[in-house]
């Protein structure tokens, strides 16, 4: 028996509900991409930046470009010249490595030749950076981040990724007063994953957490810092990949906890938490109210203010991409805000407070739904001047979490958006629908779909929302039966429907 969804009815319903919109879009000069090499970088004193590299099509052909955008005004950033190599499969980080007062940029990742870089620039002030020399070598699809791992006082790098001849490697570069010298941790590379710093046992010592695809599949562990060498942690962590973790003390007992996520071994979103139990020695597995993504990430930082970690992360579900806000409510429960940011895959998103005012705005970018690449800068609403708080209306059916463990087996795929897809400014409701298909194997549909859609309606662009999921059914007539009801639904409501057939 099929299970009938009033579509008309949901669009409706969600079309009324208003949302409290804690994020405003500002305007800035970038171009948005995906494959992102991106940073905030915040001066103590002086105007913030934000820098921004990564690869987008126009009718299939690529192209790859580094921006740089420095604050003008609480609403408004501004091109500058940018001293940053066009880069994207990577990632940067920022810190004042010197200890002259300046924020200093190291990237990583891919240049337009397809070689794998990674390259340090000091600040020098007033809108200057020069490329340091030094003993880097080139990774990409990776990170890059900045820690005192020797407990020395200066910051030194931790990066994992893929290099030149396709080898994985996780490399150390140990800061001698300025200078470089590279260090080889008895710890595997990783790509479409991370490594990450955080002081487990609170000894000043910083641990590695690595998570990713090893060269075998998905891969999760934990290395302690003893004194400048890494062993293993002797405990199992679920094995991860394309997704991201990051180190926080979520619970507010003073010690580091960590959330990851990402793809598990059966191709799956899966996300989780966990608890640092200091006194025991070991991390115990926490379920979290959290949608579990892939291929995106995962940053923290306190949104509101109220002094425990935020959870900001972008990604892909089965049935489409997200940016998600969720508000710390400690003891592990996280409450989703819905913040109305657009989500994006192959993308990135960062917390960072660039006018100043003690709340955590985003920078933001990668591919939506409808194929429109973002580089969007988000100002944080928290305390606006009384009366002046904005809300909206939106057209997203925020789909449940899907459940995996049995059929159906016979899918379609739709998406629509409030759009133009021709890329004018003549906004109307459309809606892209697939043919039934037998699913043979994991994500085929969705993948299949978003080629043909993204080769058919290349401008499809200035969406304001829409989303993308998937309908199954036990036999192909139920199929049929749904996507007709579907369809219908669609037209009564206004829609253009459009069919991607093959």
């Known amino acids: 028996m099929i299970k009938k969804y009033s579509f008309l009815f949901l669009l409706f319903l969600v079309s009324l509900q208003g949302y409290t919109q804690d994020f405003t879009k500002i305007k800035t000069g970038f171009k948005g991409v995906m494959d992102p090499v991106m940073a905030w970088i915040i001066p103590n004193e002086g105007k913030s930046k934000a820098f921004l590299a990564g690869d987008y099509f126009v009718d299939n052909n ?184 990051v180190w926080a003390d979520f619970d507010g007992d003073g010690d580091l906890d960590f959330f990851i996520t990402g793809e598990n071994t059966d191709g799956y979103p899966q996300c989780l938490i966990y608890s640092n139990e200091t006194m025991s020695n070991y991390f115990k597995p926490v379920s979290v109210s959290v949608r579990p993504l892939k291929n995106g990430t995962v940053d923290v930082g306190d949104f509101d203010k109220d002094g425990d970690a935020d959870l900001l992360i972008t990604g892909e579900s089965l049935e489409r991409p997200y940016t998600l806000v969720y508000e710390n409510k400690m003891t592990f429960d996280f409450k989703n805000i819905n913040a109305g940011l657009p989500g994006v895959a192959n993308g990135n998103a960062l917390w960072g407070d660039y006018d100043h005012d003690g709340d955590m705005d985003i920078l933001l970018s990668g591919i939506d739904v409808c194929y429109k690449f973002h580089g969007d800068i988000f100002k944080n609403n928290l305390n606006p001047p009384k009366g002046k708080k904005e809300t909206g209306t939106s057209i997203f059916i925020n789909a449940p979490t899907p459940l995996y463990n049995m059929g159906p087996y ?64 036990l036999t192909k007539k139920e199929a049929e039966k749904s996507r007709k009801q579907v369809i219908e639904s669609y037209k009564v409501t206004g829609f253009k429907v459009h069919f991607i057939n093959w």
């Open 62 to 245: 690529k192209f790859i470009i580094s921006q740089l955008n420095q604050y003008h005004s609480v609403n408004l950033f501004k091109t500058v010249s940018t001293p940053f190599p066009a880069l994207y499969q990577g990632d940067a980080a920022v810190a004042d490595y010197n200890n002259d007062g300046l924020p200093d940029v190291v990237i990583t990742g891919l240049n337009r030749y397809g070689v794998p870089v990674v390259n340090l620039y000091k600040n020098m002030g007033h809108n200057h950076f020069i490329q340091v020399p030094g003993p880097f070598k080139g990774l990409s699809n990776g990170t890059i981040e900045w820690g005192d791992y020797d407990h020395d006082g200066d910051m030194d790098i931790l990066t994992t990724g893929k290099n030149i001849k396709n080898q994985l490697e996780t490399i150390i570069y140990k800061n001698n007063n300025g200078k470089f010298s590279i260090i080889y941790p008895d710890i595997p590379g990783v790509y479409y994953g991370c490594a990450r710093w955080g002081d487990v046992n609170g000894n000043g010592w910083l641990d590695i957490l690595i998570m990713g695809n090893n060269g075998k599949g998905p891969f999760t562990a934990l290395f302690i810092n003893d004194k400048g060498k890494y062993h293993k942690f002797f405990e199992s962590f679920v094995p991860l990949s394309n997704g991201d973790a």
């Open 410 to 473: 016979y899918y379609y795929v739709f998406s629509s958006c409030f759009c133009d897809p021709t890329g004018g400014d003549n906004l109307s409701y459309n809606m892209y629908i697939s043919n039934v298909h037998l699913l043979k194997k994991k994500y085929q549909l969705n993948y299949k779909f978003n080629d043909i859609l993204i080769k058919t309606v290349p401008n499809w662009t200035r969406v304001d929302r829409g989303h993308r999921t998937s309908n199954g059914f």
